[in-house]
């Protein structure tokens, strides 16, 4: 027999009334359930042997970060069910230890959101003016951690990162890979901007953006992001390169977005502290290496990975400091410590090396918006 009426698909929906009843009991059942979920998280915690210690833990941010990747049905995005996640678990770390992190501020400059991203917002974070402020806060014991940037896939290494490793005895204890969005923000139309600001890392990354759309403006560089910002809201005709978040919090509208050069354009930042870790199977280890100033050494010293078939990923060079002629590498590859080939590896490099010190090794990161 053939249909001659259908339902109507507006029958079937819910009433506002419906709706807000609805909204209602899942808010009700979301924070009983994130409040079990703390809970948990500090018992857990508390029942390890060094419950301090246990507070920081990349290893499990990593797997948890994966997992929740993997089984997230949407519609919301994986970014914000992490958000939802790290603060759960970042005040119920609290409730065992505060951690206090220096990092390379200010506020919501790309290394605080970093410092967000591994420590959550009930860390204690320490915003200092300089990278070798961010390692003499942790030397000194004034924060268990620090967080600074350490590569930059369109710039390379950070050179005043790199110099520190070689003047204080900090070792790397994680990483955070953020991927780098920068926009332009401004108060002004996009026509009246005569003066942009940011850093010079920002303006590298973005130089032939700038070119290409903002001839007329004058790009001046500043000691961050943030500040750019700041000048953005404050001064008539200028604009900043700065993140969605500076955006947000100095009032900014975003003229254009996404304008880096480099659309993987990544920013690896490091923890430094004292911690070591067992091997994942996923880790990164970090070393400095002077090899005897002539020809061939260094050649010959990186043989030791080729024999053991150690993954290195990556290697800069900088003079050493002094009367002494030659150079430090600072070499990243795949692998641990106590892994027999890396131990293997550590053995053949040392035969050829003047000096040799191992900066960590530590969980691998994925890269994060």
Partial sequence: MKKTS???????????????????????????????????????LQSSENPTRAVYDPQADELLWKEL???????????????????????????????????????????????????????????????ASVFEEVNRGHADYGLVPIENSTDGRIVDTL???????????????????HNLLARCPRSEITEIYSKPQALSQCRDWLARNMP????????????????????????????????????????AEDIQDNRNN??????????????????RTSLLVQIPHKPGALADALVAFKKNKVNLTWIESFPLRGPEIGY??????????????????????????VRLDVLGSYPQSEPVD
């Fill in 6 to 44: 259908r339902s109507n698909s507006s029958s079937r929906k819910q009433t506002p009334a419906a709706l807000q009843k609805e909204l209602q009991r899942l808010d009700r059942e979301i924070l009983k359930l994130i409040n079990r979920r703390a809970a948990a998280t500090t018992a857990l």
């Fill in 69 to 131: 990747a993997e089984r997230n049905p949407g519609p919301l995005p994986v970014s914000a069910v992490r958000g939802v996640f790290r603060n759960i678990i970042s005040a119920a770390k609290r409730q065992v230890k505060t951690q206090r992190v220096a990092y390379l501020g200010p506020q919501y400059s790309f290394t605080h959101l970093a410092a967000l991203e591994r420590f959550g917002e009930s860390a204690d974070l320490i915003p200092v003016n300089s990278i």
């Fill in 163 to 181: 110099d520190m490793f070689t003047r204080l005895p900090l070792r790397i204890c994680g990483e955070v890979q953020i991927n780098v969005r």
């Fill in 216 to 255: 007329q403006a004058q790009l001046i560089e500043v000691i961050s992001t943030s500040t750019a910002a700041q000048l953005a809201r404050d001064k008539p005709g200028a604009a900043a390169v700065a993140s969605r978040q500076a955006a947000i919090e100095y009032d900014l509208q975003i003229i």
């Fill in 266 to 283: 990544i920013t690896r930042f490091a923890v430094i502290g004292d911690d070591e870790f067992e091997p994942t199977g996923k880790d």
């Fill in 328 to 353: 430090l590498f600072f070499l990243d590859f795949e692998g641990h410590v106590k892994e027999p080939r890396i131990k293997r590896t550590l053995a053949m490099l040392e035969k050829k090396a």
